[in-house]
């Protein structure tokens, strides 16, 4: 494990396996895992669905900074970011100043497919467009890819691949 990384950033859509991948990486390091959508969500005492309808998003990315800027200060940490948290540049400046960053990636299908398939992401996550579910993982995708790229300083594939083997593909970037 290189000396260098004081965390582990997982950045990408939702549905790429951020939170699965960051909790099984964290065991694998002896690492704390943190939610950046956990800690809003505590600070706020509701869902971040209910955080959208009473505060709107802009609301919500206030709330999002201020769990990025708490995050970013701790060390041996495997992070998971809101998959829209690197719209701010401050926030992209903050994670990448907190260690190693990595992009989760897969097909706006198969994010859809993971998205139908978890009874809780409908009920906690709202919409951002007025668009079909695919058209807005497709749309907010084409937005996004130019700031994960950016931010990331590896990109791990996690379509057709197990839970153990993104892991591993993770923490071969870190040895």
């Given amino acids: 494990m290189t000396t260098a990384a004081r965390n582990v950033v997982l950045i990408g859509y939702r549905g790429c396996g951020k939170t699965s991948v960051g909790r099984s990486l964290a065991t694998r390091l002896g690492w704390t895992f943190v939610d950046t959508d956990d800690l809003i969500e505590a600070a706020a005492g509701c869902s971040i669905r209910e955080i959208f309808e009473r ?3 802009a609301g919500f990315r206030v709330r999002e900074t201020t769990a990025v800027q708490e995050v ?4 041996q940490q495997v992070i998971s970011v809101g998959g829209g948290a690197i719209l701010s540049a401050d926030n992209r400046t903050m994670l990448r100043g907190a260690g190693v960053c990595v992009w989760l990636t897969a097909p706006p299908e198969e ?3 993971r998205l139908q398939a978890d009874p809780r992401s409908g ?3 709202p919409a951002l467009t007025s668009k079909s579910e695919l058209d807005e993982i497709r749309h907010l995708l084409q937005r996004r890819a130019p700031l994960y790229a950016e931010l990331a300083e590896h990109v791990v594939d996690t ?3 197990s839970l153990e083997q993104v892991v591993a593909a993770v923490f071969a970037f870190l040895s």
């Fill in 55 to 57: 505060e709107g998003e």
């Fill in 72 to 75: 970013a200060r701790g060390t």
């Fill in 111 to 113: 994010l859809h497919r």
């Fill in 123 to 125: 009920s906690t996550r």
């Fill in 159 to 161: 379509a057709g691949r």
